[in-house]
């Protein structure tokens, strides 16, 4: 198993996301970077402009994704703390002790930030890699001011590059993350897969996101809400019919798998016409007219296509659900007609002052020793000290470059750390390698060369740093090489020697310091599986509350449920992911954990298809007894499995009532729907899919009778 594992942290290190390639973002820090050298070259202050070049890196790292508004905030925080970083490091530095205190201090805050936000947490260690570079050349009060200021000047104009840009590019991060959810939507439509499915949810977990961030025009943002809200819509309807497509039991005798398939078919090229022209349609651009008129025909086809399977027998449940996804096209088609009737929904209406606050509080939370990134900012303090420390002590000229190695390895989780780990070495290996090669080769006297390769490998860093962190590393590690030759005027062969030593010492560092006091991820997996339960569970309760009250319930509510399911379930997928590569054995049976996030799955696509018979106006009737009966044991096992995954024992479902798994009274309802299967509608056949789903996951973590357990999960 170990062997397993450490073979897949190898592979992770080689593994691209093509994704991840950020190519605009390069070539626009890239100028950011090339600005100050050519007037630093051109004036005669090639020193000054590599200091404002320096500023612009690290604000360049702050405004590599995300919202035009996040960018901007994030790359402001980062050019202030830089620029603090930078002032303290020059004038500490002439103390070693002192600047070992404030450097621990400094990884300690960094690792922290991680709490409040990704960027956030960037942008701390930039920072703190900074600190440890400046007070390796200590100034007076006048030079630490100067060299603040330089700093400064470069992150601004990185920051004016990134908003001139902005204004210029045919499209915004919103758009293009609505536009995606609509690509997704259409994949998932030709191909109705788990993986496609789980694609979708995280695409619309990141369009919400962007739209809530965002400065945008309010006109514009009013469209783009409304093409997200009807994404989520349709994707009710699409997942109602994947279902029947699929053939699953509790609705394959209520459709016909064939019209469902070729109603999806059908609607797919739609679904990526609409994510082709998001753009057009949120400026109301004159170009978007013809998709509207596509809209409006395929509205029209469907409409006619559920006219026409009308009172045809196992293909009327299928149209139904045809023309309620013709009437989401028509109202889409509608409001994009004649925008501004609905408002910003009001977490669109955050300001930046509560956006402060929950900054503070998601910091705060993070206050405990049982929070993971508390435990992770501890140890990079103590990685960070330490290596300051052996800067210090070791007889070496680059020395410093043990705690940077340790501070950029250090990750929250062992999966992170020890992938990193091994990047590192093979990227700063090949960076080494690179530009002493490429320093050797070509005699420099000006600094043009130098310059050059300083924006070179400084633009490949960030189209890289998503991409693929061993050769993001190379590109980081050459720039730095390059960057010090021109202060340090140093022999380039010896010099690659001692970085390579310090490299892997601080390597090392990271590494053992992490295992001397661990975060398991399985010590905290049992969480992110209940919180995914207990997500499911409101969402559950949300759907079910429609047909026992007889109402069609609050549509923004169960949007937020809806949301909050979509979130829990990636986020415990993530958390599973990497206790399976970690070298020690779970608590939890692996399949275990798989068959939860699996069921849950599951259980979303059934609930997602009853939410979507509620919008169709199909849900006349209540619930009967027995179906009360199922509901209230579901909502009763949901919960005693979320309390138990949360608690860690063992047997991860308690029964608090008395033989809840066991209850001959639910089982005998059960038994008695299934006799009738062919007479049951949508409601009832969903209600005892539910009940299979979470039957199945009883027995498997109690381990009883497993061969019946996998036998349920099949309905």
Not at 117 to 145: E, H, R, Y
Not at 190 to 217: G, I, Q
Not at 565 to 577: C, E, I, K
Request: aromatic share 6%; proline share 4%.
């Amino acid at each position: 198993m170990i062997r397993r594992r450490t073979w897949r942290s190898l592979y992770a290190v080689m593994e691209r996301d093509r994704a991840g390639l950020r190519v605009l973002p390069g070539l626009r820090n890239g100028l950011g970077i090339l600005i100050p050298l050519v007037w630093g070259l051109n004036s005669g202050h090639l020193l000054s402009g590599i200091g404002v070049a320096v500023g612009a890196l690290v604000a360049g790292f702050a405004g590599n994704a995300g919202t035009a508004r996040r960018r901007l905030r994030t790359m402001l925080f980062a050019t202030a703390w830089m620029s603090v970083t930078t002032f303290v490091g020059a004038l500490a530095g002439h103390d070693a002790w002192l600047i070992v205190l404030v450097v621990t201090l400094c990884g300690w805050l960094a690792g922290m930030m991680l709490g409040v936000s990704q960027p956030s947490g960037q942008v701390g260690l930039l920072a703190t890699n900074a600190l440890i570079l400046i007070s390796t050349s200590p100034q007076p009060l006048a030079g630490a001011l100067y060299r603040m200021s330089l700093v400064a000047c470069g992150g601004l104009l990185q920051t004016a590059l990134m908003l001139m840009v902005d204004l210029v590019r045919p499209e915004s991060a919103e758009a293009q993350s609505v536009s995606n959810v609509y690509r997704k939507l259409g994949s998932y439509a030709a191909s109705p897969s788990r993986p496609s499915d789980l694609a979708l949810a995280s695409s619309l977990v990141e369009a919400s996101d962007f739209l809530r961030d965002s400065y945008m025009p309010r006109r514009r943002r009013k469209r783009l809400y409304r093409l997200l809200d009807s994404a989520e819509q349709i994707r009710m309807y699409v997942v109602a019919l994947a279902e029947i497509a699929r053939g699953r039991a509790y609705a394959q005798e209520l459709g016909d798998a064939a019209f469902a398939s070729e109603i999806l078919r059908q609607c797919a090229p739609i679904f990526a016409a609409l994510g082709d022209h998001v753009w057009l349609i949120a400026r109301g651009d004159r170009r978007a007219q013809p998709l509207m008129y596509i809209l409006e025909r395929a509205s029209e086809e469907l409409s006619a296509i559920a006219r026409g399977a009308k009172g045809i027998e196992r293909k009327e449940e299928t149209a139904a659900h045809v023309e309620a996804m013709a009437r989401s096209l028509m109202a889409l088609r509608d409001d994009l007609v004649q925008p501004g009737v609905r408002p910003l929904p009001p977490e669109a209406m955050q300001t930046a002052a509560s956006k402060i606050q929950q900054a503070w509080l998601s910091l705060r939370s993070h206050m405990t020793w049982n929070s993971g990134i508390f435990r992770h900012a501890i140890r990079a303090a103590i990685a960070i000290g330490i290596g300051e420390t052996l800067a210090f002590v070791l007889p070496w000229p680059h020395a410093y470059w043990v705690p940077l190695t340790a501070n950029i390895i250090l990750r929250p989780d062992f999966t992170s750390t020890f992938t990193r780990g091994i990047a590192r070495v093979l990227g700063t290996l090949g960076g080494l390698l690179l530009a002493t090669v490429l320093l050797v080769a070509v005699p420099d006297r000006t600094g043009m060369f130098a310059s050059a390769c300083i924006v070179v490998f400084g633009s490949l860093m960030y189209m890289l740093v998503t991409y693929n962190y061993a050769l993001f590393s190379c590109a980081l590690t050459a720039l730095m090489v390059v960057l010090l030759s021109l202060f340090e005027r140093q022999a380039p062969i010896p010099t690659m020697a001692d970085r390579m030593l310090a490299t892997l010492v601080g390597s090392a560092l990271a590494m053992v310091i992490y295992l001397l006091w661990p975060t398991w991820q399985h010590q905290q997996v049992n969480r992110a599986l209940a919180l995914a339960v207990d997500r499911e569970r409101d969402y559950f309760r949300g759907v079910l509350a429609v047909f026992a009250e007889g109402n069609k319930g609050s549509p923004r509510k169960l949007a937020r449920e809806r949301q909050a399911v979509r979130v829990s379930r990636t986020n415990a997928a993530g958390a599973v992911r990497q206790v399976l590569a970690e070298p020690v054995a779970p608590p939890v049976r692996p399949h275990i954990m798989v068959a939860i996030l699996v069921g849950m799955h599951r259980f979303s696509d059934t609930l997602l298809s009853l939410e979507a018979y509620t919008w169709e106006g199909r849900a006349a009737r209540g619930l009967t007894q027995e179906e009360r009966e199922l509901v209230a044991w579901i909502d009763r096992a949901l919960t005693a499995l979320a309390d138990g995954l949360r608690s860690g024992e063992r047997e991860l479902v308690i029964d608090r009532t008395g033989e809840l798994w066991g209850r001959r009274s639910v089982q005998r309802h059960v038994e008695t729907l299934e006799m009738n299967w062919r007479e049951l509608d949508v409601i009832a056949r969903a209600v005892v899919r539910l009940y299979h789903v979470i039957q199945t996951l009883a027995r498997l973590t109690h381990e009883i009778d497993s061969d019946d357990g996998e036998a349920a999960s099949t309905s």
